[in-house]
């Protein structure tokens, strides 16, 4: 007699559930209660996290289309040209009011945690929201009832305590605000700290890595490139330059990233026929190992991306208007799933 799986010893069944997709874990857990109940032990997410980081076929980018979180792989195909593949089935991502009065103006992804900045265009106020995407659990945050006409975020973790903190920036009239959030302790304080924010490029969020929140800073009468901040995975920063007189992409990924230096070394350089200057550079994603990068565009609504290798300079033209998400995209992150409870 064929032994089901539900008279399997436990330890055998978490084995066995353990080597499932990250992507697959939501269906295991509606299969039934005993899978469920099992699923949500500690013990068994961090075996499942661990099989999943090793494994190169669930690496994946999370993107936000509209109120949905979705992710793209990046896949080599037998001519030695990349493609992506769009999962299709989008996580919604839940808001109170259903109007278009209120947008993500802001994505952070630190340590597997996704930080969403809901931002409400009437009353210039914002409320943000803290998401597992592995356990499906989420915490909604109400800032400082501070007004301001300016916000800026950061998102990251103590690494000697793992405690994941919320950093808030504001400005009204030359007014500045600084206040911090500690998700343990579910409270805000002020902070009686100076920023020099005015360099920060705040048409962009920074960029989460290793528990530190990293942004570019600019002089407005001298840059003459169109530049962007991405990560490796989550042990790299990478950054695109693209001067606005060529066609010529430059990728600097970093050697070193301490909270107080940053050094870089230089990855690949692709020069084109295409035309850049209408690139939204602040999306894309790098791959280090198969040396290609992903670049979308979404200026006048094109809602395209480009595949590009560093090796033979190919472009290969992914148009996004196919997928179920009509809005444009904004890139959040490269996801690795995570055990941290909210």
């Known amino acids: 007699m064929t032994m089901t799986m539900t008279k399997l010893p436990r330890d055998l069944v978490e084995e066995i559930l353990s080597r499932v997709p990250v992507k697959s874990i939501r269906a295991v857990r509606s299969t039934c209660k005993n899978w469920n109940l099992i699923t949500k032990y500690e013990r068994f997410a961090n075996k499942h996290i661990d099989k999943a980081t090793a494994s190169e076929r669930d690496k994946e980018f999370l993107v936000i289309a509209g109120d949905y979180l979705f992710s793209l792989n990046l896949n080599e195909t037998h001519s030695r040209k990349f493609d992506l593949s769009i999962n299709h089935r989008g996580i919604s991502i839940a808001r109170e009011h259903s109007d278009r009065t209120v947008f993500i103006a802001q994505a952070f992804l630190s340590q597997g945690l996704l930080l969403c900045v809901w931002r409400n265009v009437i009353d210039n106020r914002s409320r943000l929201l803290v998401w597992n995407p592995y356990w499906g659990k989420n915490k909604w945050i109400e800032c400082p009832m501070t007004y301001c006409l300016y916000e800026w975020f950061a998102f990251g973790y103590d690494k000697s305590s793992g405690r994941h903190k919320i950093l808030r920036f504001s400005s009204n009239n030359g007014d500045r605000y600084m206040e911090i959030y500690d998700l343990s302790s579910d409270s805000w304080r002020t902070l009686d700290a100076a920023s020099d924010i005015n360099t920060i490029k705040y048409m962009e969020s920074g960029l989460s890595l290793k528990g530190n929140t990293y942004w570019y800073a600019i002089d407005y009468e001298k840059e003459d490139f169109n530049i962007s901040l991405s990560s490796v995975k989550e042990e790299?920063?990478?950054?695109l330059f693209s001067p606005r007189d060529r066609f010529v992409i430059d990728i600097w990924v970093t050697n070193k990233t301490d909270p107080d230096a940053v050094s870089w070394s230089y990855f690949f350089k692709v020069e084109t026929t295409q035309h850049l200057s209408g690139f939204l550079f602040e999306n894309f994603l790098i791959d280090e190992e198969k040396k290609v990068i992903v670049i979308f565009d979404i200026y006048g609504g094109a809602n395209n991306a480009y595949t590009i290798s560093g090796e033979t300079g190919h472009f290969r033209k992914v148009d996004l208007?196919?997928?179920?998400?009509?809005?444009?995209?904004?890139?959040?992150?490269?996801?690795?799933?995570?055990?941290?409870?909210i």
């Not at 809005?327 to 055990?339: E, F, K």
Request: aromatic share 12%; hydrophobic share 30%.
């Open 236 to 239: 790299k920063l990478a950054v």
């Open 321 to 341: 208007r196919q997928s179920p998400y009509k809005r444009p995209y904004r890139l959040v992150g490269c996801y690795i799933p995570s055990s941290v409870q």
